[in-house]
C-alpha cells in the first residue's frame, strides 16, 4: 500500500524532536508513506497562542491548513501531538462557526473551506495498515515490555480528536504487540506529563514524570513507546533530574513509535536518532533483538545455545571418567 499525503513537521520536529522527524523520514520510505512536505508552513502556535489570542491561535493552524488545500491535498499529517491537536480543534471550530472561517480566511489571506483532514501518525500508520508494516521488517522485537504512553493530547477531547478510546488506547500498544514486543497494561498511559511546562515548573514536571516511571516500572516496563515530542521529551529529558530529586535509579529509554518500527525495519540507532537521547537505549536495543535461548527438546535433551555451552563440559567428564 501506498500513501500521498501533506507533512506538516512543526518547530519541535524542526527542533528538539529532530531524532523524531530523522526517524519518520527513515521509515516512511520502506512503507510506502510518500511525505510532502508544505512550502512555507508557519507555527501553529502550539500551547502558547491560545493562552494569549483566541483569533490568533486560530488563524496560525488556520493558514496551514489553508496551504494544503492550496496544494491539492485531502489529507495532512502532523505527527507531534501538540500540532495535530492545534490542528483540528481549528478545523473543528471553523467548521461549526462559518462567520469565523471567513474572518480568519481575511486574516490569512487565503481562501479556506475545511476539506483537509488531519493525521496524527498513529492515524497514518493504521491507515497503511499494521500487517503492511510487518511485512516490511526484517527483525522483530523479542518480547520487550514496552509502555505505551499517549500522554493527553492524542486521544482528547474525544468528541474532537475522534481517535482511539480516551480512557484506555490500543492503537500504539497494537503495533508493538505486531512488532513481537509486550505491551504493557498500565494505568497511567494517557496522563500529562507536564508538557511545556518543563522549563517553568521543572519541579511540577519531575513530579509527573517520576509517577509516570514508577507506574509502568511497576507493571515491568522495560521502556516506553511515544508519539509526542513533548511527552518524549519530558520521559527522556527529566528522568535524571527525577532520580536525583527522589533518589531513584529509573533508566527506561523512551522511543518514538517510528523508532521502534524503524529498529524492526532493520535500520540503525544512529539513522534513527535514538543515539540523541539523553537515555542510553543501547543496552534495551540489544535485549529487543536478542536471539532467544533454545529450550531444552521434549525428548529431554538440549540443544541451541545452551546446549553448545553445555557440550564442552559433558566431554570433559566422559574423558575422566
Given amino acids: 500500500m501506498s500513501m500521498r499525503i501533506a507533512y506538516f513537521p512543526g518547530c519541535a520536529l524542526e527542533g ?25 508552513w ?42 495535530s491537536h492545534r490542528l483540528i480543534t481549528t478545523a473543528h471550530v471553523l467548521e461549526a462557526r462559518k462567520e469565523l472561517r471567513q474572518e480568519i480566511a481575511g486574516v490569512i489571506e487565503l481562501p479556506y473551506a475545511g476539506t ?18 510487518v511485512a516490511a521488517c526484517t527483525r522483530k522485537l523479542t518480547g520487550l515490555k514496552i509502555a505505551s504512553y499517549y500522554g493527553c493530547l492524542l486521544v482528547r477531547p474525544p468528541k474532537v480528536v475522534k481517535f482511539d478510546d ?7 500498544d497494537r503495533i508493538i504487540r505486531a512488532l ?27 513530579k509527573l514524570v ?13 521502556a516506553f513507546a511515544v508519539a509526542c515530542p513533548m511527552c518524549q521529551s519530558n520521559l527522556d529529558l527529566r528522568q535524571q533530574s527525577v532520580n536525583q530529586r527522589y533518589g531513584t535509579q529509573f533508566k527506561l529509554p523512551a522511543l518514538y513509535i ?29 535485549k529487543a533483538f536478542a536471539p ?11 540443544g541451541g545455545v545452551r546446549g553448545a555451552q553445555k557440550a564442552p563440559a559433558a566431554a570433559a567428564l566422559a574423558g575422566k571418567a
Avoid at 508557519?42 to 493558514?63: E, F, V, W
Wanted: glycine share 10%; net charge negative; proline share 5%.
Fill in 16 to 40: 528538539t524532536a529532530q531524532d523524531y522527524a530523522l526517524s519518520l523520514e527513515a521509515i516512511a520510505p520502506k512503507l510506502g508513506l510518500q511525505l510532502e512536505e508544505l512550502e512555507d
Fill in 180 to 206: 513481537g514486543g509486550t505491551p504493557v497494561d498500565w494505568g497511567l498511559k494517557t496522563e500529562c506529563c507536564g508538557g511545556g511546562f518543563s522549563m517553568s515548573r521543572t519541579d511540577l514536571v519531575c
Fill in 210 to 222: 517520576r509517577e509516570l516511571l514508577d507506574n509502568a516500572a511497576s507493571e515491568g516496563a522495560e
Fill in 42 to 83: 508557519n507555527c501553529c502556535g502550539a500551547t502558547a497562542a491560545h493562552n494569549l489570542n483566541h483569533k490568533l491561535s486560530l488563524a496560525l493552524p488556520a493558514r496551514i491548513l489553508a496551504l494544503a488545500e492550496r496544494g491539492g491535498y485531502e489529507s495532512l499529517v502532523a505527527p507531534c501531538a501538540a500540532c
Fill in 166 to 172: 480516551p480512557e484506555a488506547p490500543q492503537s500504539m
Fill in 258 to 286: 517510528t523508532q521502534w518500527i524503524g529498529l524492526c525495519l532493520g535500520l540503525s540507532e544512529r539513522e534513527l536518532g535514538i543515539d540523541q537521547h539523553f537515555v542510553d537505549a543501547h543496552e534495551v536495543v540489544g
Fill in 292 to 302: 532467544p535461548l533454545t529450550l531444552p527438546s521434549p525428548q529431554g535433551g538440549e
Fill in 116 to 133: 483537509v483532514r488531519v493525521k496524527n501518525i498513529l492515524q497514518v500508520l493504521q491507515e497503511l495498515g499494521v500487517e503492511n508494516i
